[in-house]
């Protein structure tokens, strides 16, 4: 009996979350042509090296350094990138928020091309779950973190993105 | 219907009123032109409601009614979900051909989840029992359809009206309570009384609240492309969407 309530309660929760998802509806306001025109994946430049040990190395050479300066300029770099790292899956799910509007108003069908979109936001959400985790080990001494494949895959989304315009009809004639 | 405890009998007065009026709310508004089965599946709930009116509920013909009426029904509830999806996935081609095969897995998938159960429940030895050993697995399956259909709309900006999602909730919470209630009398527990107020209850809530929330205008909100229902949104969307392109289209040629 337990085991019955239990999964109706869960059950329950399940579908209020999906009724309140689909009620709140997918915000198309969000992605606009200006956010696209102003996008730009040289804006995430930084992260590549926000992390790279050889800074603090420089520090560390310098007279009057302690360990806690060298400390508190790695934790407050992991912050900054930590930051960064929220843009970039916020910019990456903008993207997937237009190449989904767009295969949901195609007129032709667009299956190999949602395949595709889920394939790599697996990929990418797989990528961000790898970096967080070496992030949360940079402290101990994991020295590899590289955000390279994931400016890589936003970039591939862009891409994928942008063939679907250029391949098929425009969206002016969708409609 | 003397023979119905006060309550139940409170409750199946309540029910054929709340009935009537929604089969008189779908007419009224045209609806019913729409959602075809959702209407058949009301006139045949309103009928079965009133068995208990005119015959006798210790009578073999009252068993009877009820078995036919109820199995009749069971085949009205996965047309009316059925047609639910198809209309809001109707002239979507872009997501057609992903949306059949999804269909078409969540339903195999739905059937394999809601068979398990039945090494639990106990043989049957009535025709309600049989029954209730047919419409449990049904019932469930169309629950697990739903939420698996409903998460693909989730996942995909459909276009979906505020009419859609009101019947979804509505069968939502109806299959899941009545596959619950029938689920525990096929486990031998037979609270009758109590499961029977429960159900009608539930009913007469789900009904009340279709009664409530559907509209014409629900269907109307509806924000489609290439649609007349409301024109101010399809106009601002259709304007976003071909920005939108031809910034793809400029980016595309640097």
């Known amino acids: ?175 | 219907m003397h023979q119905l405890p006060i309550e139940q009998q409170v409750l199946e007065v309540a029910q054929i009123a709340v009935l009537l009026a929604l089969c008189a709310k779908l007419w009224w508004s045209g609806l019913y032109k729409i959602y075809v089965f959702f209407f058949i599946y009301l006139l045949l709930e309103f009928f079965q409601s009133l068995i208990p009116v005119f015959v006798p509920l210790n009578g073999a013909l009252y068993l009877e009614s009820y078995v036919v009426s109820q199995a009749l029904i069971l085949c009205s509830y996965a047309l009316v979900v059925l047609e639910l999806y198809s209309i809001i996935l109707r002239d979507l081609e872009g997501i057609a051909s992903m949306a059949r095969r999804y269909i078409q897995i969540t339903l195999a998938l739905a059937i394999v989840l809601s068979l398990l159960p039945l090494a639990l429940e106990k043989t049957p030895n009535t025709w309600t029992g049989y029954l209730f050993i047919f419409e449990r697995p049904i019932l469930t399956s169309l629950v697990v359809l739903i939420l698996l259909i409903t998460g693909f709309l989730v996942y995909y900006p459909v276009p979906i009206g505020r009419n859609a999602i009101v019947y979804l909730m509505g069968y939502a919470t109806y299959f899941i309570e009545r596959a619950t209630t029938i689920f525990l009398n096929n486990l031998g527990h037979y609270w009758n009384r109590s499961l029977s107020s429960l159900e009608m209850s539930f009913s007469v809530i789900c009904l009340m609240f279709w009664l409530f929330c559907l509209n014409r205008r629900g269907e109307e909100k509806r924000v489609v492309v290439g649609h007349q229902w409301n024109p101010g949104d399809e106009q601002r969307l259709r304007a976003q969407l071909d920005a939108i392109n031809a910034s793809l289209l400029r980016s595309a040629r640097k």
Do not use: H
Request: hydrophobic letters at 50%.
């Open chain 1, 1 to 175: 009996m337990l085991l019955i309530a239990i999964t109706i309660v869960l059950l329950l929760a399940c579908f209020a979350g999906l009724f309140w998802r689909l009620a709140s509806r997918f915000d198309a306001q969000q992605c606009t042509a200006e956010w696209l025109d102003s996008f730009s994946l040289k804006s995430y430049a930084p992260m590549e090296r926000l992390l790279d040990r050889s800074d603090l190395a420089f520090l560390a050479s310098q007279p009057g350094y302690r360990p806690a300066i060298g400390q508190r300029l790695m934790a407050e770099r992991r912050r900054i990138f930590r930051a960064y790292l929220r843009l970039l899956v916020r910019d990456f799910n903008q993207l997937i928020g237009i190449g989904k509007l767009m295969i949901v108003y195609s007129s032709r069908d667009q299956r190999e091309f949602a395949r595709s979109l889920r394939r790599q936001q697996v990929k990418f959400y797989a990528r961000v779950c790898a970096l967080q985790l070496q992030l949360a080990l940079y402290p101990v001494g994991w020295t590899s973190v590289d955000a390279r494949d994931l400016l890589a895959a936003l970039g591939a989304m862009r891409t994928k993105v942008r063939e679907l315009t250029s391949a098929g009809p425009s969206l002016a004639q969708w409609a």
